[in-house]
């Protein structure tokens, strides 16, 4: 969902940012609001709160995680509207051609577009350290899984390679561990539930035998090279929220948008049979054209249903998330409110509200998956509920 997030980040900076009349104080403004951002996510990502299932809290200051999706988002928002805000120029569009105008700038005596402008060299940067930059062999502090050994443990992971795709070897993993320092990346990454670090796989479980010594490593999917590929989806976003301000007709705006999604689509897929995997984690090329692209078409579809059929009811529930997104995500995404409730219990831990209604429904349904989905449906009810509560009490965080 995240890649949503910030394809959204990016077509609201074109409204917000549409008319700037001092650009050094609206810069101000988009500092200040990025660090609000970044140490929001800081305190709720950081490793203050421990999440459902463990009413502890705290982190100690050497293991703090200086990244995750909130600091992603903030650094989206800060090079995008500096993008909208210092390049494109203040031209009255009225015409095809102000159009055009107003979003290319002149650059060594030839027109080229902002957008691509700054995609490109952030698509360099990325591809060129990506498949460029050698990766030695490199050593973590691996806990203690038996007895036997007390403490923590160096563990050597042998690479001396470049252009990986891997999960021990690749350069995202890598740069983040060299400048952040492996103690403040993210403890429980996504190849934990790869069939050669899980017994349980597709899920998390304990080592299998024999496992590679990588399988305990630390890995951040929201580290710094990676944040540079997801910067270009909020420029994606960019580029449909000038559509959205500068055509007028209703139709025109979804032939340009679907024609805009299809090509992203597209690319994407081409990407992957030339050898780029979709990877969230690497947040590869090939990811962020078909997610970008999902974002542009899913934008389109409601658009349609909503603005150009008005059919609203349908979407009413969405509408009222959307307006309170960032209060709604801190609160359950980020288990801050399913924690909090859990932290009220009958004897024992486990005997809370929350844990009590998914154990009924999957008694009832039979099922621990069907009663787990049912939960998170209901769960995303509640919340669209929450957010029409605050819509109509006018409160908007």
């Not at 609001?33 to 050497?62: D, E, I």
């Not at 009222?320 to 960032?326: E, F, H, K, V």
Request: proline share 5%; charged share 10%; hydrophobic share 50%.
């Amino acid at each position: 969902m995240m890649p949503f997030f910030l394809f959204g980040v990016g077509v609201s900076i074109s409204l917000v940012f549409k008319k700037a009349s001092s650009k050094s104080l609206v810069i101000k403004k988009v500092v200040l609001r990025t660090v609000k951002l970044f140490l929001l996510g800081l305190f709720l990502q950081g490793g203050y709160f421990h999440g459902r299932n463990n009413l502890a809290y705290g982190v100690a200051v050497a293991k703090i995680r200086w990244l995750g999706v909130l600091q992603r988002i903030s650094t989206g928002y800060l090079l995008a509207s500096i993008t909208e805000i210092w390049l494109v120029r203040n031209v009255m569009v009225d015409s095809p051609t102000a159009f055009v105008q107003k979003y290319y700038i002149q650059w060594l005596g030839n027109t080229m577009l902002v957008e691509m402008i700054v995609a490109t060299l952030l698509l360099s940067l990325y591809m060129c350290l990506f498949y460029g930059l050698y990766v030695p062999n490199w050593e973590f502090q691996s806990p203690s899984l038996t007895l036997s050994t007390n403490g923590p443990h160096t563990q050597i992971v042998h690479c001396g390679v470049r252009g990986s795709l891997e999960p021990p070897c690749n350069a995202v993993g890598y740069i983040d561990g060299y400048f952040l320092g492996e103690q403040h990346l993210y403890r429980h990454p996504v190849y934990r539930r790869t069939k050669d670090c899980s017994v349980n796989s597709p899920d998390f479980g304990p080592l299998p035998p024999h496992s590679p010594e990588w399988c305990l490593a630390p890995f951040d999917p929201e580290g710094i090279l990676s944040s540079l590929m997801a910067v270009l989806t909020c420029i994606v976003g960019l580029h449909f929220g000038h559509i959205l301000l500068h055509h007028k007709c209703q139709m025109h705006r979804v032939v340009l948008w679907s024609m805009s999604s299809f090509a992203l689509l597209f690319s994407g897929f081409v990407l992957q049979l030339l050898g780029i995997p979709f990877s969230k984690p690497l947040y590869t090329l090939s990811y962020m054209c078909i997610t970008a692209g999902a974002s542009g078409l899913f934008l389109t579809i409601i658009f349609y249903i909503v603005d150009v059929k008005h059919f609203r009811k349908p979407v009413v529930l969405l509408h009222w998330m959307g307006m309170n997104a960032l209060i709604i995500y801190a609160l359950a995404a980020c288990d801050i409110f399913p924690a909090a409730v859990q932290g009220f219990y009958w004897r024992s831990p486990e005997n809370n509200l929350v844990d009590g209604l998914e154990s009924l429904l999957q008694s009832v349904l039979h099922s621990s998956k069907w009663g787990t989905l049912v939960f998170v449906l209901l769960e995303i009810l509640f919340w669209c509920l929450v957010g029409g509560f605050l819509h109509m009490k006018g409160i908007y965080i």
